[in-house]
T-cell receptor, first 116, second 114 residues
Framework: GAVVSQHPSWVICKSGTSVKIECRSL??????MFWYRQFPKQSLMLMAT?????????EQGVEKDKFLINHASLTLSTLTVTSAHPEDSSFYIC????????????FGDGTRLSIL | KQEVTQIPAALSVPEGENLVLNCSFT??????LQWFRQDPGKGLTSLLL?????REQTSGRLNASLDKSSGRSTLYIAASQPGDSATYLC?????????????FGTGTQLKVEL
């Protein structure tokens, strides 16, 4: 149980393109979803937290107009990187949690984004 | 602000050896601590979750301990195998922010050689 599906796993696109990444909880209801970014040989950095039906809470230094997050249902959250540029190239990972803060987060397999 | 440190940053051992990975955190007000495994270019696989009220958790050849008062956790891997080669991350869920934040350590890159 507790499977999180992230799609696509890999995307290459031209500078200026907007890219949407989906995160789905397959067998549980994700009251909270999280988006992380990971640069090569570095750890995961939290970008934003979203609760179903509410606006996302962004971490300091993360541009909310650049990284649009939608959590429209209890099983789906999307991250849209708008007008992507080469510096946005990174590994993006989502996670989902059912219930309170003492419950574990379940992670997707990540999306490798390369902007040319 | 919670800070998580992992030592060593990299470790190379021969197959069959028992090993210990270390994780320390600065703020002891935590909900839980998790150990993850990450293979190159992949997402995270949860290995063990220790709630703040617990001292240790075991799964197969893995044993994780938690000493909340001293801000430390260890991951013990028994009889290591080449398939254990990966990066191991520990992460703490802090009470600050209602437990909504997982703070990750920088990871230990493990290589188990034949």
């Amino acid at each position: 149980g507790a499977v999180v599906s992230q799609h696509p796993s890999w995307v290459i696109c031209k500078s200026g393109t907007s890219v949407k990444i989906e995160c789905r909880s397959l067998d549980f209801q994700a009251t909270t979803m999280f988006w992380y970014r990971q640069f090569p040989k570095q750890s995961l950095m939290l970008m934003a937290t979203s609760n179903e039906g509410s606006k996302a809470t962004y971490e300091q230094g993360v541009e909310k107009d650049k990284f649009l997050i939608n959590h429209a249902s209890l099983t789906l959250s999307t991250l849209t990187v708008t007008s992507a540029h080469p510096e946005d190239s990174s590994f993006y990972i989502c996670s989902a949690r059912e219930g309170a803060g003492n419950q574990p987060q379940h992670f997707g397999d990540g999306t490798r984004l390369s902007i040319l | 602000k919670q800070e998580v440190t992992q030592i060593p940053a990299a470790l190379s051992v021969p197959e069959g050896e028992n090993l210990v990975l270390n994780c320390s955190f600065t703020d002891s007000a935590i909900y839980n601590l998790q150990w993850f495994r990450q293979d190159p270019g992949k997402g995270l696989t949860s290995l063990l979750l220790i709630q703040s009220s617990q001292r240790e958790q075991t799964s197969g050849r893995l044993n994780a301990s938690l000493d909340k008062s001293s801000g430390r956790s260890t991951l013990y891997i028994a009889a290591s195998q080449p398939g254990d080669s990966a990066t191991y991350l520990c992460a703490v869920s802090s009470l600050t922010g209602g437990g909504n934040k997982l703070t990750f350590g920088t990871g230990t890159q493990l290589k188990v050689e034949l």
